[in-house]
């Protein structure tokens, strides 16, 4: 089998836009869950409602895979899922470095989607001395005074950093300098890489923020629709329309953010 160090994925030489490649794994994912319902077919409707976009848009990336589907038909449910997964390149075998191994590192070490999907975790690393020889998941932790040599000897081509904010750059140039040309980084900070390295960013605290506000303005649609509003205040509208004198003329009460 194929390592992710010698083989990449051919998305970007194909031309296919960035767009079209993030939302390839929902098309899987959905894709999956029908081939293990023993699904034969689907539409691009069904599909696409399964997938959370709209068909016209699903029928435009697919276009890109050059899969077109069969009128009357649909998509044949099987194939897809192999056509989507080469595309990924998750056919390969893509060795995975953690590094960082506090709760988040050993949850990740410990979730067992990552091999069904073509990625297997290859090598823990932190930089706690008492953590060396820890077996996590069944794999043994090692420092990264010996991050190089890991890197290499398991032809690690992507890592994934759970470490504080403040440890995160400095472990991103050393996995750069090592050879990863892929980045996950679980850390609260921004990440500053050379030309052809990528960077995927998950921040759950800012998740939870889009959701707070979400939750936020549902609870104040709610308290409008039942009247339960402060008839003191001025109206939002008239607010927003009032103005006041300024050094260079009228200025709206309340500015643009």
């Known amino acids: 089998m194929a390592t992710g160090r010698t083989h990449r994925p051919a998305t970007r030489s194909r031309g296919i836009p960035e767009a079209t490649v993030a939302r390839l794994p929902l098309y899987l994912r959905a894709l999956t869950a029908l081939s293990e319902r023993s699904v034969p077919t689907v539409s691009s409707e069904e599909l696409a409602a399964a997938a959370g976009v709209n068909s016209a848009k699903l029928r435009k990336d697919f276009s890109y895979l050059g899969s077109y589907g069969t009128r009357g038909v649909g998509y044949d449910v099987e194939y897809l899922v192999y056509q989507i997964s080469r595309e990924l390149g998750l056919t390969q075998d893509w060795p995975v470095a953690i590094v960082g191994i506090g709760n988040l590192g050993a949850a990740l070490a410990n979730y067992g989607g990552f091999a069904s999907r073509g990625f297997r975790v290859a090598a ?84 939870l923020q889009i959701l707070a506000f979400h939750e936020q303005r549902k609870a104040g649609e709610e308290a409008a629709a039942g009247g339960d509003v402060d008839q003191d205040a001025p109206p939002l509208r008239a607010a927003a329309n009032s103005s006041r004198k300024g050094p260079d003329g009228d200025m709206p009460a309340v500015m643009p953010a």
């Open 124 to 207: 823990l690393i932190d930089a706690d001395p008492a953590m060396t020889g820890t077996p996590v998941a069944g794999i043994a932790v090692q420092h990264t005074d010996d991050l190089d040599r890991i890197i290499s000897d398991n032809g690690v081509s992507i890592g994934v950093i759970t470490t504080p904010p403040g440890a995160a750059q400095q472990v991103c140039e050393r996995l750069v300098a090592a050879g990863v040309t892929s980045i996950l980084n679980f850390a609260p900070t921004v990440l500053s890489v050379p030309d052809g390295v990528d960077v995927r960013k998950v921040d759950l605290s800012i998740e």
